[in-house]
Nanobody
Framework: QVQFVESGGGLVQPVGSLRLSCAAS????????MAWYRQAPGKQRELLAS???????NYADSVKGRFTISRDNAKRTVYLQMNSLKPADTAVYYC????????WGQGTQVTVSS
């Protein structure tokens, strides 16, 4: 079955950095666009960044210049490097195939606080 397993979250101070990873299984990873999303309490899930199989990236304005999405097709893993973190970045972070109908993973909690 299709699974997305996110990891790498944690508690970090403002202006700190974290690198998230997401391992995908059950799909031919190398042919799909991949994306990172987040959902803060009481808010809708937000698309942050996407990457094509060839490495073309797009970012939401809220993270542009601070976050970098990348992928390793051989490892079936997508990454999100997050720099200059702000308290407003506190959320559960998920990866998924944009528009995909498979179940979502459990996500990884990122808390930015002093």
């Amino acid at each position: 079955q299709v699974q997305f397993v996110e990891s790498g979250g944690g508690l970090v101070q403002p202006v700190g950095s974290l690198r998230l990873s997401c391992a995908a299984s059950g799909i031919i990873f190398s042919i799909y666009n991949m994306a990172w999303y987040r959902q803060a309490p009481g808010k809708q899930r937000e698309l942050l960044a996407s990457i094509t199989p060839g490495g073309t990236t797009n970012y939401a304005d809220s993270v542009k210049g601070r976050f970098t999405i990348s992928r390793d097709n051989a490892k079936r893993t997508v990454y999100l490097q997050m720099n200059s973190l702000k308290p407003a970045d506190t959320a559960v972070y998920y990866c998924h195939v944009p528009g995909g109908s498979w179940p979502w993973g459990q996500g990884t909690q990122v808390t930015v606080s002093s």
